[in-house]
């Protein structure tokens, strides 16, 4: 039995169609935590048991944790709370069922950056390190998918860079960091959800092909779109503003300025790419087949 939380989320979403086809081979049995089951397609509702809740709750986990083997764990993020808030309240009552209920492996999304001289001021990243810290003591054998900032983030400049052909940042337009596809990090979840022969606590990294800049990004961004794009940097007292402006807890705002300014500051760089930790898709593929569509259509 492998339960997903988050089914329905920018990872989830791509884990779940993986799954569903491993799982008759592998003999597994799914079940997702879902506070809304009708945003599961039809076909999927069909072949899992769906507990409905949020898995922040600790009569949800408890209920859903019970007869698992593994747990996909994924914390999404709560612009009304404190980041260390936000990890820590969905993390202690599934800590407490993981060990109450026997679970065996968890496979939990986390972020770079243990290890680095910024690793404890890096506002989200920071929570979500010590997210994997409060899992790990329980004793179960946890893989913490150590990602980088994802592709998919650009989608939420996709009305700028049409209207525009701009998007914007907080770090240097040279900083070269890793950046991935949330397939990719889905597919990585879904083969150790499959094959638990692994054991302790380890961090997974999932670093994409190559690292690149916002200018890099840019270049291709314009290759791909066959318009022009460029990157405006933006100031971290700007990002703030906005972001509050929005509506968001000061708090969290906080977090996601730290968060960027430590990925400034080398958060992201600290792991060598090898054929282990290299993810597949390119930011050029990724281009073609889903920021493309999203900016002209």
Known sequence: MIVITAPTGNIGRHLLPLLLEAAPTHDEELRVIARDPARLPDAVRERVEVVIGSHGDTEVVDQAFEGADAVFWLVPPDSSLAPADVWSSFTRPAAKALAAHGVGHVVGVSALGRGTPVADRAGLVTASLAMDDLIARTGVAYRALANPSFFENLLEEADSIREKGVFTDVVDADRKAPL???????????????????????DVPVLGPQDLSPNDLARIMTEQLGRPVRYERQSIEDLRTTLVGYGLDEAFVQGIADMKQAKDNGLDIGVTRTADTASPTTFEQWCAQTLRPAVLS
């Open 180 to 202: 991935a596809a949330v397939a990719d990090i889905a597919a990585v979840a879904a083969r150790l959800l499959l094959d638990r022969s692994w054991t302790g606590v380890e």
